[in-house]
């Protein structure tokens, strides 16, 4: 069994990616709904909101934060759990122990653990998952996306990079080893179509280009919920299930940057 099989059914098993699914669903369509060009919103206000919602309904989801379940009132618990969803984001909502999931940031990075297993966010401009470009993210995304390759599928990490090139991955690389094995959870949002894209894979420093992953599965292509949960369709659009060798949207540079700029990652 690959590393991407084990990783995959374990956190499909636990309910892990059901709750990631949900929260990233939640986020976006209440995104959607208060997103006006006429009243200012642009692509980085839309990205800013997206993400910051995104955290909020991951921490929900998996009861992390402030929505830890500690007062011992479950009213309460759930009042503030609930608060400002829909009624569809309330009777979709995974129904997850609370101590399944746990925050693990990295370097001030918001991050999420199950075991040994953790994950952390990127955003990127829709149609460019394939070629995220990790060189130009954090220090942290870099570390990550630098990590060793459990099942390298070709003879060096640094083939087809340039000297200079080698020389800043290996010095990346020589770093302390991170504590958990982590992942990344990728989205994307296009304002215009409504069309959305969330995967979870093993990132692929890729500082001369070339694909940014080892492995990445699409978490839209998966019913949102396991067992008796309900399992609604998107309440929006989404793209492609597939995308190895799809056409991919040009965008100018400046934009990504902007972008990155204003999704508040770290």
């Keep these: ?37 006429p009243d200012g919103h642009d692509s980085a206000w839309l990205g800013s909101t997206r993400y ?16 830890a379940v500690d007062s011992g009132n479950d009213d309460a618990d759930l ?17 997850l122990n609370a101590d399944v999931v746990r925050r693990a940031n990295l370097n001030g990075s918001p991050g999420w653990a199950y075991g040994q297993i953790r994950f952390l966010l990127a955003s990127c401009v829709f149609g ?10 954090s220090q942290t995304k870099q570390q990550v996306a630098g990590q060793r ?3 390298p599928s070709q003879p060096s990490l640094f083939e087809d990079l340039t000297p200079e090139e080698v ?17 990344v959870v990728a989205h994307s949002l296009d304002p215009l179509s409504q069309q959305a894209e969330l995967v979870l894979g093993r990132a692929r420093l890729n500082a001369g280009g070339g694909q940014a992953w080892h492995w990445r599965y699409d978490l839209l292509g998966t019913p949102s919920a396991a067992g008796g949960r ?31 700029r204003s999704s508040g990652e770290v």
């Design 1 to 37: 069994m690959s590393e991407q099989q084990e990783v995959i059914a374990e956190l499909g098993d636990a309910g892990v990616l059901a709750g990631v699914r949900w929260a990233y669903l939640s986020a976006t369509a209440r995104s959607l709904e208060t997103y006006s060009e």
């Design 52 to 67: 910051t919602l995104f955290r909020d309904r991951l921490d929900r989801v998996f009861a992390c934060e402030r929505y």
């Design 79 to 95: 009042d503030l759990l609930y608060d400002q969803l829909s009624e569809k984001d309330i009777t979709a909502m995974p129904k």
């Design 128 to 137: 460019n998952l394939d070629r995220l470009p990790w060189s130009q993210k």
């Design 149 to 151: 390759n459990p099942e």
């Design 167 to 183: 020389g800043g991955l290996e010095m990346l690389a020589s770093g302390q080893e991170l504590d958990l094995t982590t992942y």
């Design 230 to 260: 309900r399992t609604d369709g998107t309440p929006f659009p989404t793209g492609p299930n597939t995308v190895p060798d799809a056409p991919v949207r040009l965008r100018r540079s400046v934009e990504e940057r902007r972008n990155d």
